[in-house]
């Protein structure tokens, strides 16, 4: 039944003579729900920016639905309008409204007309209850506001997979809630997710599968329930005791 | 007093020549600025590229000529050029012109270096997360800097640009060395003929002065009406 979307494999990544990443191979399956937790520095944003390539892995490779991302001749922005990613700083184009920001990718890659791009985000806009702030700009937001809207443009595309980096780290507690209520909803309709984060009750409870990452390998990989009831890995366990 | 009467009387009788001047210091204003802003935005672009020996010349272009004066280049392309054989010609037509093109030539290789990097500057000045953002939606590195980085970094580079056009007015003073009839030059005319240095300068001064007030308002009205929109 399940179907592979992502293969890693072998996949190593060093900044100069700094490695930070070291051979790490995992899957990711379709309609998966996948937390990756660990200490700061560890890897985590550098192993997701690999998956799109933000990071040019230095060796090994990377299968999205069947395609080596890193193979010569492979038309990346095509296949980065599939694989959607939602930033700690949200990353809200400054010089565009809410609307525009929403519909640009839409309109301009996916060749929709403005009118049917205007209503599809409108619907969502309402969904995340964000209907009436279509025209404000993104300096006129909060934190929690721009969040869901920056999700919302990222789901536009019809993205077959969503990456998400400490997508609350950058939030006042208060909005924290509403990011993850709008992060779970989208977990339940099947979106096929791979969330790096520090909130560890949505790693436990909304993902399926966590992976503890940590001096750059994948040191401990396991259904959530499992591997925050039964850390066998020693750092993890030191770890958790510090975040929980 | 005095003072006063004499700048009066100068410019009553000479207003000629100070008119003169100033036509021929716009023109090389210009030319340098429209020609520099040209060649800079060539420049800095080739100073981001990721093609090494590109960025290698355009830094060391751009690093040369700000690090050198103005009066060296100056020189060197007035007087260096023809004796490795290069010559700028003479066109009948436009009295002096081969002392122009000199000029603007020397004047606009050293503005396309400030502009190039007013331009990189500016476009570095905006936040990396913004190109990263559109291009995880699948827009291209040229659509993206098109559609989100450039209009951003216009908010940035336009005040630089302003300071850069003023500064090229001041600094054209200098072509005045090379025999060419600007302000500056037209001045030291009219003391030659008055020995009234002091009151000649004080007009040349008070010109200079309005030329760069003028342009550096209409700068900061077209930054304005950038803002709003
Ligand atoms: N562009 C870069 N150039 C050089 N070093 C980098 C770069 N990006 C990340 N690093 C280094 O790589 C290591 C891993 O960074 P990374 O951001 O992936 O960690 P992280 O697990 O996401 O940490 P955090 O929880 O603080 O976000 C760090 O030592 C960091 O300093
Ligand atoms: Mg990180």
């Given at each position: ?103 640009a990718g839409p309109v301009k890659i996916r060749k929709m007309s403005e009118a049917e791009a205007q209503e ?108 925050f009831d039964h850390p066998e890995n020693e750092r993890l366990i030191s770890f958790l005791k510090k975040v929980l | ?229």
């Amino acid at each position: 039944m399940s179907e592979v979307i992502i293969e890693v494999k072998n996949l190593s990544k060093s900044f100069g003579s700094l490695e930070v990443l070291h051979n790490i191979s995992t899957t990711f399956q379709r309609g998966e729900v996948v937390s990756i937790i660990g200490p700061s520095g560890g890897g985590k944003s550098t192993f997701l920016r690999c998956l799109n390539l933000l990071e040019t892995p230095t060796s090994g490779s990377i299968f999205f639905e069947g395609t080596n991302l890193c193979g010569k001749g492979v038309d990346i922005n095509l296949h980065r309008q599939k694989i959607g990613m939602v930033f700690q700083q949200f990353n809200l184009f400054n010089n565009m409204n809410v609307m525009k920001n929403l519909t640009a990718g839409p309109v301009k890659i996916r060749k929709m007309s403005e009118a049917e791009a205007q209503e599809r985000a409108l619907a969502l806009l309402e969904k995340v209850g964000l209907a009436d702030r279509s025209d404000a700009f993104p300096y006129q937001l909060s934190g929690g506001q721009k969040q869901r809207i920056a999700i919302v443009r990222s789901f536009l595309m019809e993205p077959d997979v969503m990456l998400f980096d400490e997508p609350t780290s950058a939030l006042d507690p208060e909005m924290i809630g509403e990011v993850l209520g709008v992060m779970k909803n989208l977990a339940e309709t099947g979106m096929t997710m791979i969330v790096v984060t520090h909130e560890m009750r949505f790693a436990r409870e909304v993902s399926s599968r966590t992976i503890f990452l940590d001096q750059g390998i994948i040191a401990e990989d396991k259904p959530s329930r499992e591997l925050f009831d039964h850390p066998e890995n020693e750092r993890l366990i030191s770890f958790l005791k510090k975040v929980l | 007093m005095e003072f006063i009467q004499t700048i009066g009387l100068l410019l009553q009788r000479y207003s000629s020549f100070f008119a003169d001047g100033v036509r021929n210091t716009l023109v090389i204003a210009a030319f340098s600025v429209l020609l520099g802003t040209l060649f800079g935005v060539f420049m800095a672009i080739a100073r981001m590229s990721k093609i090494k020996p590109r960025k290698i010349i355009a830094t060391v272009y751009i690093e040369f000529i700000r690090g050198t004066p103005l009066m060296v280049q100056l020189m060197f392309i007035f007087y260096g050029l023809p004796m490795v054989g290069i010559t700028f010609p003479d066109i009948a037509w436009i009295p002096n012109f081969s002392r122009f093109a000199a000029g603007i030539v020397a004047m606009s290789m050293n503005s396309c270096a400030y502009v190039a990097e007013i331009i990189r500057s500016g476009i570095q000045a905006v936040d990396k997360g913004q190109m990263e953002a559109a291009r995880s939606i699948g827009f291209t590195y040229g659509e993206s800097m098109k559609m989100v980085v450039l209009p951003q970094a216009v908010k940035n580079i336009l005040p630089a640009f302003g300071n850069e056009f003023v500064t090229v007015i001041k600094e054209s003073s200098i072509v005045s060395v090379i025999g060419i009839g600007d302000l500056m030059f037209r001045t030291n005319d009219v003391i030659a003929v008055t020995y009234r240095s002091l009151p000649a300068l004080a007009i040349a001064a008070l010109i200079y002065f309005a030329m760069t007030f003028v342009s550096s308002r209409l700068i900061a009205a077209a930054e304005r009406k950038m803002h709003h929109e």
